[in-house]
């Protein structure tokens, strides 16, 4: 009687695991089949002279074994044969040739069996239950989701979906000004699904320009629509964004909807994004026009553009030149990463102080070799090209220290003033 119950929990089991994971009638009944013929497969050999019936809506099942009636002294094996004699006991029509279908008790395989069939049937469970939800976030990957936060740890935050699913926020995935506690609400899109081992992680991310994108895409119904189509963006994730849009419609004024009546629709992007400030700008195919709008809100003066280097010079007037950089360099860093363009700022050159422009190469009495040839590395040969570029650009660009770039600028402007 304890078996019997024992075997008749596994169906229950099963039964609640098909209800919490939405396990589809017909892959219940093949796990449950597979689990019992892996059993009986185990304890006689083979399971191909078994029927297996499972009955999910009643909670029950049955096992039939068809075997061939053989004479008594050519019985060879059991599990496939029955005697003439032992036949006739259960019908005494049987004749040599015929086959037998009687019913198997699983409980009488022993316990053995049955604690077999209890682990066949939990790894098959656990197996359904990683490709169940591999299968349900592959789907998803570069859609929002929202989770609850359900433990904090150092280099990333566990999350829980509403079917209890854990998903994971990394550290390098979160916004610099994220801060969660537990049991809040957190949104970020589906990154990827890393499934090694066949062990499914959900990696999910704030950071992302997909995660941005799709926050818009809620905001703007013009996007969603698909009337503004979202062409580029760039981000530095909790600080500053510059996406590019276009229309189609000639009627629509793709930057104007996408920030909406002051400012009302991208207020709620900035709020979700820790107050990242995010600049839209009109795209267009014309490089060099693109490279000027990317820059905004600095004006410029004259583009050089060097496309077969992927490189422009922009030229730009001296109170318009900190604009362009940025706090950080964040702006022209952001207005490269749009345009996939090497942006080099300079301060608009007076051609009449062209004119006594001197090379570097002949300040290498005075400069180090390995400076000069630094700063000639980032495409700046001449004395008033190097007064002209902005002091952080040749830090950043030459890589050099700061007491460097100021010792190579006191040298040239000495030189000028004399």
Not at 58 to 70: A, L, M, P, S, T
Not at 73 to 87: C, G, P, R, V
Not at 156 to 173: A, Q, R, S, V
Not at 272 to 301: C, G, H, W
Request: proline share 3%; glycine share 6%; charged share 35%.
């Amino acid at each position: 009687m304890a078996k019997k119950e024992e075997t008749a929990s596994l169906i229950d089991t099963f039964a609640e695991f098909k209800e919490l994971k939405n396990i589809d009638r017909t892959t219940m009944v093949g796990v449950l089949e597979e689990s019992f013929r892996s059993v009986i497969a185990k304890m006689f050999g083979s399971d191909e002279n078994y029927d297996v019936i499972v009955n999910p809506d009643k909670g029950d099942f049955e096992i039939w074994r068809n075997r061939e009636v053989v004479a008594d002294e050519d019985l060879t094996n059991a599990n496939k044969q029955i005697s003439l004699t032992e036949a006739r006991k259960i019908d005494a029509s049987y004749e040599v040739g015929e086959e037998v279908t009687d019913e198997v008790i699983f409980e009488r395989f022993g316990r053995r069996a049955i604690l077999n069939l209890r682990q066949t049937l939990a790894s098959k469970i656990l197996e359904l239950e990683k490709d169940s939800l591999y299968n349900k976030y592959i789907e998803q990957v570069g859609r929002v989701v929202s989770a609850e936060v359900y433990q904090i740890w150092k280099k990333e935050i566990l999350m829980l979906d509403d079917e209890g699913n854990e998903l994971l926020l990394p550290k390098t995935e979160q916004i610099p000004g994220d801060f969660y506690r537990k049991g809040e609400t957190a949104r970020a899109v589906v990154a990827r699904v890393d499934n090694r081992n066949n062990n499914p992680k959900i990696i999910l991310s704030r950071t992302s320009p997909v995660f941005l994108q799709r926050l818009l895409e809620q905001e703007v119904p013009e996007i969603a629509d698909g009337i503004i189509t979202i062409r580029k963006i760039a981000r530095i994730p909790g600080e500053r964004a510059k996406i590019a849009v276009e229309s189609y419609d000639e009627r629509i004024d793709p930057v104007g909807a996408c920030v909406g009546v002051k400012g009302s629709r991208i207020h709620g992007v900035v709020r979700e994004l820790r107050n990242e400030n995010i600049d839209v700008i009109n795209y267009t195919q014309n490089m060099q026009l693109f490279i000027q709008r990317a820059l905004s809100p600095a004006k410029v003066s004259q583009i050089v553009m060097h496309d077969d280097e992927k490189r422009a010079e922009v030229y730009l007037k001296p109170e318009e030149v900190s604009l362009a950089i940025g706090k950080g360099g964040m702006n022209i860093k952001l207005a490269s990463m749009l345009t996939e363009y090497t942006i080099d700022v300079y301060r608009e050159l007076d051609p009449d102080a062209m004119e006594d422009d001197i090379y570097l190469d002949e300040f290498r009495d005075e400069i180090d070799g390995w400076v000069i040839n630094a700063i000639k590395a980032i495409g700046i040969d001449t004395a008033r090209g190097v007064l002209n570029a902005p002091r952080e650009m040749l830090i950043e660009k030459a890589d050099l220290e700061e007491n460097t770039v100021d010792d190579v600028l006191r040298i040239l402007k000495a030189e000028f003033e004399q």
